[in-house]
C-alpha cells in the first residue's frame, strides 16, 4: 500500500490550497480515507474522514471551512482548504486502515502566514 500525498505550500492567511492523495495498492472502493496534520511541536490530530460510501467528517475547527472528497475511479481523496487560517499551519497526512494496520502518506507541508 502507498499513499501519495501533494499539494501543499505556503499561502497567506484567508486563501486556499487543495491537498491530493493517490491510493496505490488497496481496494480504493471499500477504503475509508483520512487527513490528520501535525501542528509544529504538537501531536498528530486527525481533520477530515471520508469513507468508502462517502459519508464525511470533520474536527470541528475545520467545519466549513475544509471539504473532503475522494474520485473512486482516479483512486484519489483530496482536502480542499479554505478561508485558511494560520493556526492550520501543519504537516497534512492521508491515512487509510487496510487489515487492521495503518498506512500513511509521506506528508505535505502546508504553511499559512498571517
Known amino acids: 500500500v502507498q499513499l501519495q500525498a501533494s499539494g501543499g505550500g505556503s499561502v497567506q492567511a484567508g486563501g486556499s490550497l487543495r491537498l491530493s492523495c493517490k491510493a496505490v495498492?488497496?481496494?480504493?472502493?471499500?477504503?475509508?480515507m483520512g487527513w490528520y496534520r501535525q501542528p509544529p511541536g504538537k501531536e498528530r490530530e486527525l481533520v477530515a474522514r471520508?469513507?468508502?460510501?462517502?459519508?464525511?467528517n470533520y474536527v470541528d475547527v475545520v467545519k466549513g471551512r475544509f471539504i473532503v472528497s475522494r474520485d473512486v475511479a482516479r483512486r484519489m481523496v483530496y482536502l480542499q482548504m479554505n478561508s485558511l487560517k494560520p493556526e492550520d499551519t501543519a504537516i497534512y497526512y492521508c491515512?487509510?486502515?487496510?487489515?487492521?494496520?495503518?498506512?500513511w502518506g509521506q506528508g505535505t507541508q502546508v504553511t499559512v502566514s498571517s
Open positions: 495498492g488497496i481496494n480504493f472502493r471499500i477504503a475509508d
Open positions: 471520508i469513507t468508502d460510501g462517502g459519508s464525511t
Open positions: 491515512h487509510t486502515v487496510r487489515g487492521g494496520r495503518s498506512f
